[in-house]
């Protein structure tokens, strides 16, 4: 097992930054990290982001709000306590619209929420950066970017050794 969760690479400036995401991205490094003070235009793209898949959660989330408002609706009308008033059918579909699509955007937005903390690993009180003494400044004027310790191309000296060649402020050890 080992006790180190990867690299991290400190850069005084987000150039200097994409350079080196560009580099270990083109080296075949895939589990690397960047965290910087402000956004930084083009970077997830340096570093092979393809996209994310919120958008999955939030359909199947409307779906499931959608179909359960309405079933919820029918089965009440139709099935649970049915009432002939007017001479109108049980099954009134009109009526379901409204209480149909409001349970739609409830589900597609709860369900957007819960895969928002589900695909960011929140909530999560700690995290091994935080342990780097160097990694404060990331909030402020420095830009890090870190190679897991999980990466198939992980190699501790050649992963410094990428690291490096990449011209760092400073290259340091992130510990478990």
Known sequence: MN????????????????????????AGYRRVHAYTPYPVEELAQALGYRGNRISVFAFIGGVVGGIGGYFLQWYAAVVDYPINYGGRPLHSWPAFIPVTFELTILGAALFTVIGMLVLNDLPRLHHPLFSVKEFDLASRNRFFLCVENNDPLFDNEGTLTALEQCKPCAVCQVPL
């Open 3 to 26: 006790s180190r969760y990867g690299l991290l690479a400190e850069f005084r400036r987000p150039d200097e930054l994409m350079n080196a995401a560009r580099a270990l991205h083109a």
